[in-house]
């Protein structure tokens, strides 16, 4: 090998390394911007959630002192028309619906109303459906502090989803699967109640948790 050929190795091979460390570097400068970004939105949505919870109580304590008393239900069931629209809070301009906590993992996240991936650099989003119809779908950027590790989750894992009304939703993991990421209508048609997805690090696949909705 000639001493140009060498030396053309040599500094192609350094070109390399050093964009792999200014790759690694970036990745790891979206992803703590991205934990900080979702942890200001919670603490955000907590003080809403506090304020919608004491006006509540306030309305409730002046219907009662002002309403003749009434007979309690015979049943305490009640009954949200799938297609109710689900409540939000805006903070920083986005609307959020609600709170995504992954017990096994240790997280928890904000979920935007809908995505973008202007919206996905802050937090995980609704890709469709909703909690109320039972077809809800999250998708998240593969970060450490979103969705990279939720295809370690283990089958009978424990998902909760608290709306801004402070409403929880217990699901529990059925299925971890790899889908394709072309497969839109598998990924949104699919029986489950909660589906969770991101992308692989190759960015040709989809890691999916599937999981279904159950008592507290």
């Not at 309305?59 to 309690?72: A, K, Q, R």
């Not at 040709?204 to 599937?210: C, F, H, L, Q």
Request: proline share 4%; hydrophobic share 35%; with cysteine.
């Amino acid at each position: 090998m000639s001493r140009i050929k060498r030396r053309i190795f040599i500094i192609s091979g350094i070109v390399l390394i050093a964009a792999g460390c200014v790759l690694t570097a970036y990745n790891v400068s979206e992803d703590y911007r991205a934990s900080s970004a979702s942890a200001d939105i919670l603490s955000k949505m907590d003080e809403q959630r506090q304020a919608l919870s004491s006006n509540s109580e306030a309305e409730n304590t002046d219907s009662s002192e002002n309403s003749p008393d009434v007979l309690e239900s015979e049943s305490d069931e009640s009954f949200v028309d799938p297609d109710t629209p689900m409540p939000t809070v805006e903070v920083d301009g986005y609307q959020y619906i609600g709170t995504l906590v992954l017990p096994p993992l240790e997280i928890e996240l904000p979920v935007a109303d809908n995505w973008d991936y202007t919206r996905m650099k802050i937090s995980p989003c609704r890709y469709s459906g909703s909690f109320y119809s039972d077809d809800l779908v999250i998708c998240a950027h593969n970060y450490s502090s979103h969705f990279r590790d939720i295809g370690s989750m283990q089958v009978g894992d424990v998902i909760i989803f608290i709306d801004v009304l402070g409403n929880e939703f217990h699901y529990k993991v059925g299925l971890v699967e790899t889908l394709g990421s072309t497969a839109v209508d598998e990924m949104t048609s699919s029986e489950w109640d909660l589906s969770l997805f991101t992308c692989n690090y190759s960015g040709m696949a989809r890691v999916t948790v599937r999981c279904e909705r159950v008592d507290e």
